[in-house]
């Protein structure tokens, strides 16, 4: 899925009050971090936190037409560390193992990724 039409599903089910989309998960993508995050472990659930900062940190810099620095980067890896990872873990979209700095795809985020029609 292209992420012009993520952002789209996305959108219209909030409009819509789509309730196959809990509302848990829904303020966890009010933040472009967050939106992108699931964008990214939708594809590949499972990685390291350094891999998903240089995805969110890459992708936030092609959109507004910049390039990353290593200050983006830790800046993204910071967000995603104290506050996307601990709120998509407790949805239980994905495992986030804080010591190891390690991801991996929990139950729901199948259910949710269908949602949103995302797809691996």
Do not use: C
């Amino acid at each position: 899925m292209d992420w012009h039409r993520f952002e789209t599903t996305i959108a219209r089910q909030q409009l819509a009050g789509d309730e196959s989309m809990p509302s848990d998960v829904f303020e966890i993508l009010s933040t472009e971090d967050a939106r992108y995050a699931v964008y990214a472990l939708a594809h590949d659930p499972n990685r390291t936190l350094s891999q998903l900062a240089d995805f969110v940190a890459g992708f936030t810099a092609m959109r507004s037409g910049t390039i990353a620095t290593p200050a983006d980067h830790e800046n993204v890896r910071i967000r995603l560390h104290h506050a996307v990872l601990p709120k998509l873990d407790a949805t239980g979209y994905v495992t986030y193992d804080r010591s190891n700095q390690t991801i991996e795809a929990a139950p729901r985020q199948e259910t949710v990724n269908a949602a949103l029609g995302l797809r691996g």
